[in-house]
């Protein structure tokens, strides 16, 4: 009741596009009649959780934050929604984001732009009271997952489930102070998660200390029969020690994230924090992934096809959106498609078409491919040299203002952001991006550790050392 009251007092933050009370009043009032019977149904009975817009739930509308899926309710469950239900947790309602999760700063959905809660921190309005913006100078949240971070960062809810295909959860994580956890690709099942990119989207997980995150993280890891992506082996339950002998690492420091655009204070506590590492006795040493300045328009050529080919299936035929329009079935489609997508939908679909062409499609998106595979080559050489976690910075910079944010070329904008998180994806890795500090500001910055494929286990380990 105290996270629905607080739900409702933090409205303005648009972090919600359901709320759905009702669901989570019925499973609170059954939970408790459990507690007061001695019965547990797992881990997370009795906790709220809310997940993003993107993710099927069953009776419950499930938009995308896109015209197109407005008013759709699906019939089932995304197998990670289930998971959390049937181990008790009570479901808050689905968060906000960029239209399909197409975007870094959450301000592109069909429902407005999501607000971060650190934008009325005491902290940073006393630092901006002369500003002349005042109160209209709030800012993003980061993205796409925006709505799950700001529903955990203003205590809506213990935990939230994001999307990550090219850093979705690990950035809006930084922004908002949280821990943001991109598990290996083939870990958590991605059955019921509306596809943005089927080889890199992974469920995300956001909470406010590594220890929740292991717990989620527990509940949703293991094969599904439903996504043959999915990891054959059992799981066996992720225990993440108290204590660390951090001595026996190897921490990689990659020297081409040193990148012109890192803010001088991320830049700065990035290299204290390999230095608290040093201190501890880990091994730090500078690492090359060479290829890393192809990863942006690699992950873009990539990211295009695939959701050109998976937007296909928004035919106005068989659920959401249908236009009016139909003199002719191609009139139909064409108009369904105009009226559901937003501009950056429907760009992405004719980058991707075009690259997709039978006269470009060795030139781009085989291309594309063979250099995915040297921007995976370059992980498994750092690995292969003895590194045990690669740390890096999660963003560029702190969060910006809302009104900073859309004065550039968003897009643009947005495709730079993703510069540490998207070859994580490509690669199938682990990360997580955990909060250090606050900024001059008084705003969160957090930082990226990333691990060995299927190493999720030890990446969260030294995650809650570092923590
Ligand atoms: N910002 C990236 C994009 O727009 C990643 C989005 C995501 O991880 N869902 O594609």
């Not at 933050?13 to 669901?23: G, P």
Request: with cysteine; aromatic share 8%.
């Amino acid at each position: 009741k105290k996270c629905l009251s607080l739900i409702k007092k933090t409205k303005y933050l648009n972090a919600y596009i359901t709320v759905s009370e009702e669901v989570a009043l019925k499973q609170a009032e059954e939970s408790e009649k459990r507690y007061q019977q001695g019965q547990s149904l797992g881990d997370l009975d009795g906790i709220p959780v809310a997940v993003k817009d993107n993710f099927s739930t069953s009776g419950i509308e499930t938009t995308c934050a896109s015209n197109m899926l407005k008013g759709y309710i699906p019939p089932y469950n995304a197998t990670v929604v289930q998971k959390l239900l049937d181990q008790g947790a009570l479901l808050m309602g689905k968060t906000n984001l960029d239209e399909f999760a197409m975007g870094s700063g959450s301000t592109d959905g069909v429902f407005g732009p999501v607000k971060n809660p650190w934008s009325y921190s005491k902290q940073y309005r006393e630092r901006r009271r002369h500003d002349e913006h005042g109160d209209s100078h709030w800012l993003i949240t980061g993205g796409s997952s925006g709505g799950s971070a700001a529903a955990v960062a203003a205590f809506t809810c213990f935990a939230a489930l994001g999307s990550d295909t090219g850093g979705s959860t690990r950035n809006p994580a930084a922004h908002c102070g949280l821990v943001g956890f991109k598990p290996s690709y083939g870990l958590v099942s991605r059955h019921g998660l509306i596809p943005l990119v089927n080889s890199m989207d992974v469920p995300g997980i956001f909470t406010r200390c590594v220890d929740d995150t292991a717990i989620v993280l527990g509940v949703l890891a293991g094969h599904d029969p439903k996504d043959s992506t999915t990891v054959q082996d059992p799981i066996k339950p992720l225990m993440i020690p108290g204590e660390m002998d951090v001595s026996r690492l190897c921490i990689g420091i990659p020297k081409e994230y040193m990148v012109p655009e890192l803010s001088s204070e991320i830049q700065s506590l990035w290299s204290q924090a390999a230095d608290l590492f040093a201190s501890e006795g880990a091994k730090v040493i500078e690492v090359s992934l060479p290829h890393t300045c192809y990863s942006i328009v690699c992950y873009h050529v990539l990211c295009t096809s695939e959701v050109a080919s998976n937007m296909a299936r928004f035919d106005g035929l068989q659920y959401g959106h249908r236009s009016g329009i139909d003199v002719s079935t191609e009139a139909m489609y064409a108009a369904t498609r105009q009226e559901g997508f937003n501009d950056v939908v429907r760009g992405r679909i004719l980058s991707g078409n075009f690259f997709l062409l039978k006269e470009n499609y060795e030139n781009y998106f085989i291309k594309a491919q063979k250099v995915r595979r040297l921007i995976v080559r370059d992980f498994v050489n750092a690995f292969e040299s003895g590194v045990d976690v690669l740390l890096t910075p999660t963003t560029l910079s702190e969060a910006v203002p809302y009104l900073e944010f859309i004065k550039e070329d968003n897009r643009t904008r947005s495709a730079q952001d993703d510069i540490f998180t998207q070859a994580v994806n490509m690669a199938g890795l682990p990360a997580v991006s955990v909060p250090v500090a606050l900024s001059n500001q008084g705003l969160p910055i957090g930082l990226q550790l990333i691990g060995r494929a299927f190493c999720d286990q030890q990446l969260l380990t030294v995650a809650k050392w570092f923590e």
